[in-house]
């Protein structure tokens, strides 16, 4: 899992530990993802299934792609599909992804890359390896992540961000036991480094991964009016100051406070020899959520309107087919919209 790395944590600055009265939030819940498929048939593992969209909010979904060793003509990708009303994050931890859009747009990302989509009103996007990935085989692994726009940008215009690995904000642990990438945001006391994550976003976030060696510890503080997510990409730990056991796929959803701690088990598996880590924390929106498919709205009437602009070409004027859920998923919150 090469992403970013540096041969030496020691020339990077340093991370504030929390405040010495900071509250650490307590581990809520560990959820463990289950395997599917996406797209033309690549291995996913469903990062957020089990957590409430309350407990998530303000993101929707995250599939972990991959860690695959394709051999010769087995990579795949997705075919055309539409998205409105969010954002896609793609992360690139190794090998190679091609993104292509019916506004002309697209690109190619590789280790440590990120491709940052806002769909807004709406887009055709497709995601395929390169031709030359195709022949030859070899390693996939990567994230895609869906951040939800509040109604007020949800019909903002498509744009892309196209980060590159050497853009990425790199700290150390405070005992330089850990590496950590600020690809989003930044966190609470660290101005004095100047380093934050390259990434703008619409609603306010942090994103980071984080490679812990065996036997560290990472205590972060963290934003008290964000939420937080540890997903365990790889490797063996431990979460919270009661040191919850977690694993390669699975997810802890943290309750209130203003600092996250993390620690990597002494013993790894030698396939994985460090602890790597997904941080992900944002303002909740709270606002009302209809989700089907490939469109996150706030109403119902939204998400059929969705459908219906997409058949009839209003997305962009490439054919689209999409694997995602066709259950409706519908959540409701006290306060009305404006």
């Known amino acids: 899992m090469p992403a970013v790395t540096v041969p030496d944590l020691t020339v990077l600055p340093r991370l504030a ?24 048939g690549f291995p996913v593992r469903r990062a957020f299934a089990g957590a409430e969209l309350s407990e998530l909010d303000p993101f929707i979904h995250l599939d972990q792609m991959g860690e695959v060793e394709y051999g010769p003509g087995e990579p795949k990708g997705t075919p055309w599909h539409p998205h409105r009303g969010f954002e896609t994050v793609t992360y690139m931890m190794d090998g190679v992804l ?50 939800n726009l509040p109604q007020a940008q949800k019909w903002v215009d498509p744009r892309y961000q196209d980060l590159r690995g050497d ?53 972060l503080p963290w934003d008290p ?72 709205m706030n109403t119902r009437e939204e998400i059929q309107q969705a459908f219906e602009d997409f058949e009839a070409g209003r997305l962009g004027s490439v054919p689209a087919v999409h694997n995602a859920p066709t259950d409706l998923l519908v959540t409701e919150t006290d306060s009305p919209l404006d």
């Open 17 to 40: 530990p929390p405040a010495p009265d900071a509250m650490q939030r307590p581990v809520r819940a560990v959820h463990t993802a289950p395997r599917g498929f996406e797209g033309e």
């Open 225 to 296: 009016s964000f939420n937080a997510l540890v997903y365990v990409l790889s490797g063996d730990g431990t979460v919270g100051t009661d040191r919850r056991p977690v694993r390669t796929g699975q997810l802890a959803v943290f309750g209130p406070g203003d600092a996250v701690t993390a620690a990597a088990a002494t013993k790894q598996d030698s396939r994985h020899p460090q602890l790597e880590l997904l941080l992900l924390g944002g303002l909740p929106i709270r606002e009302p959520v209809a989700w089907m498919g490939p469109f996150v």
């Open 98 to 147: 091609r993104h292509n859009d019916s506004l002309g747009g697209g690109g190619v990302i590789t280790d440590g890359d990120t491709q940052w989509m806002t769909a807004g009103q709406g887009i055709l996007h497709i995601e395929t390896p390169p031709e030359e990935l195709v022949v030859s085989g070899g390693l996939f692994h990567g994230l895609q992540l869906w951040v």
């Open 167 to 219: 853009d990425v904000g790199l700290l150390s642990s405070d005992d330089g036991g850990a590496l950590v990438r600020l690809i989003a945001g930044d966190l609470p006391g660290q101005a004095a480094t100047g380093v934050r994550g390259p990434g703008s976003t619409y609603t306010p976030i942090v994103m980071l991964h984080a490679s812990l060696s065996p036997g560290a510890q990472l205590d």
